[in-house]
């Protein structure tokens, strides 16, 4: 199939950026968005044309690298996939097809498609350590997870930080990002001594990186890639509450007179 | 740093107070509708329920106090937050599709302050009894039960909505008043944590019935007095003033 591209084309960061057009010829069905963009890069540097920069890494959906606002939305809009596992059957002959990267101020555009999420990995330093023994294997019962914790636990982990709900957000706020990193580690005991102190400087993180405030439209958890759920911000709101209400912990001095 | 400055100061924390007003105002709109809806009963209900909060400023001053501050609180919470929202994405897309977003989510701020907007003419018109916003020619203020000796609220009210306008005026801020609450009820749980997937369906279907019983029972009263609700007691009143202000013998003009 013969597509329509309208491509995001950016220098770097202080360039304003605007639109190209340019022409997919013989797309193969089975061929990956991805893919099809590596066709129409090779077409360009025959034509001694400067590349599509685009972000990728895994391309089967684990990493969280790929990042393209197709047709206005994240990842392209079928449920529960990443933009590397969206395939060409997916679109029509003739089409002409919106790639744009995502725009947030958090999240600045460092060429044509690639932005650069640094804000994302300071939110994860914030969050700071968690507590886990070491030494020999553990007894299985040692440590008792709820099975449903550990469940919850997980589809809270299944986050792959790629930004997808910042970038459809209306506000370009992160919450589900940090709701899910956030919620994984207060869900079980090992997470538990820096629950609160995790809570209050991710979000501070957060706030200080430029995103915006979540309205709860939902927008969000339709467009993940893992189908992270809206009820983990809730859950976040919760945990920062309790946080808040706990207060900092009046130093003492530990038993040492 | 203390609570409220951490509170005021978060993105979350904000939100917090967006609820926790929010949740006091929605208090207020459901006891507010509950006591109008005396309208229907016997004029004497409303008068003495209106007559009963005149007689207590002590109390009554205080919770109009409260509420005010918290609405301020809430508006500026939400434009605050919409300031901070909108510099979040400094350039919008070129093709953008709202995805799961309802179109009450979206307008959240507009229909909020078009409510702020109608509290203000809603205040001038039946508690400040401004003449001039009434539209009706009748002064508010001159209406007085004597039965109480205070307000005659019902005639006010029936006087009030039988112009066309301001009862339309009424039935869209009611309408807008719904489309808020129906997003803003389940975001104030989300807000404060209070919800997971198991009451989360439940809340939203919770929110909508409330936001239209809210809608459907104050645009009784509007609805009610335009299709001839208490004219029967508008015309009774006037003639007892026709007979104080023209002493029997002269004639009415
Ligand atoms: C000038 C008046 C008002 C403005 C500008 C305003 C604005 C807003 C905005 C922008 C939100 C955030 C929406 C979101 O989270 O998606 C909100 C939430 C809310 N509003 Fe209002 N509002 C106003 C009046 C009212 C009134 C009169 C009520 C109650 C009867 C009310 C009840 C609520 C509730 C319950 C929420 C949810 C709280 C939350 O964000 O978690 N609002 N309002
Ligand atoms: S490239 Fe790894 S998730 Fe798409």
């Known amino acids: 199939m013969n597509l329509t591209l309208k491509v995001w084309r950016q220098k770097n960061a202080n360039n304003p950026g605007h639109f190209e057009t340019y022409q997919a010829r013989d797309v193969i069905e089975d061929m990956s968005f991805l893919e099809m963009l590596d066709v129409v890069n090779e077409d360009l540097i025959a034509q001694g044309q400067e590349p599509i920069a685009f972000d990728s890494d895994c391309r089967e959906g684990i990493c969280g690298t790929c990042s393209l606002v197709i047709n206005g939305i994240p990842h392209g809009g079928h449920k529960g996939t990443t933009v590397c596992q969206l395939h060409m059957r997916r679109f029509h002959d003739g089409q002409t097809i919106t790639v744009e990267p995502w725009r947030a101020r958090a999240f600045p555009i460092l060429r044509d498609l690639v932005c650069d999420r640094t804000a994302f990995d300071k939110i994860i330093q914030a969050g700071g350590f968690v507590s886990v023994n070491t030494g020999g294997t553990p007894d299985a019962n040692a440590l008792p997870v709820p099975k449903t914790d550990a469940d919850l636990a997980m589809d809270a982990a299944a986050c792959i930080g790629c930004g997808a709900c910042v970038a459809t957000c209306k506000n370009a706020s992160a919450m589900l990002f940090v709701a899910a990193k956030v919620s994984q580690l207060a869900l079980l005991p090992q997470g538990k001594p820096e629950r609160e102190r995790r809570a209050l400087n991710m979000v501070r993180a957060m706030d200080e990186a430029g995103f915006g405030a979540c309205t709860v439209t939902g927008a969000c958890e339709a467009v993940c890639p893992k189908e992270v759920s809206l009820s983990f911000i809730a859950r976040l709101n919760r945990e920062f509450g309790r946080a808040l209400l706990k207060g900092e912990p009046k130093k003492s001095s530990g038993g040492a007179g | ?253």
């Not at chain 2, 509708?33 to 008068?47: E, R, S, V």
């Not at chain 2, 901070?84 to 179109?103: D, I, L, M, V, W």
């Open chain 2, 1 to 253: 740093m203390n609570l409220w400055t951490q509170v005021w100061r978060s993105s979350l924390g904000k939100k917090y107070v967006m609820a926790v007003s929010g949740f006091v105002l929605l208090l207020f709109v459901v006891g507010h509708l509950a006591g109008n809806l005396q309208i229907f009963l016997p004029p004497h209900y409303l008068n003495h329920y209106a007559a009963f909060l005149q007689s207590n400023l002590e109390v009554i001053w205080p919770v109009r106090l409260v509420l005010l501050a918290l609405l301020v609180l809430h508006i500026v919470a939400a434009v605050q937050l919409e300031v901070e929202n909108k510099a979040a994405r400094p350039t919008s897309y070129a093709q953008k599709e709202p995805g799961a977003a309802s179109f009450a989510s979206r307008s959240m701020l507009l229909s909020g302050l078009m409510i702020g907007a109608f509290v203000v003419y809603h205040l001038l018109h039946y508690t400040a009894v401004v003449q001039a916003v009434n539209f009706t020619g009748v002064d508010f203020a001159k209406l007085v039960d004597p039965a109480t000796g205070h307000r005659d609220v019902y005639a006010m009210t029936v006087y009030g909505f039988s112009k066309l306008p301001v009862s339309a005026f009424y039935l869209l801020a009611m309408g807008l008043l719904c489309l808020h609450l129906s997003h803003g009820t389940q975001s104030m749980f989300q807000s404060l944590g209070w919800k997971n997937s198991y009451y989360s369906p439940l809340i939203a279907k919770a929110a909508w019935v409330l936001a239209v019983v809210l809608f459907l029972g104050y645009s009784s009263i509007p609805v009610g007095v335009l299709l001839g609700h208490g004219q029967d007691y508008l015309k009774q009143i006037e003639s007892k003033v026709a007979v104080t202000q023209f002493p029997a013998g002269k004639e009415i003009k």
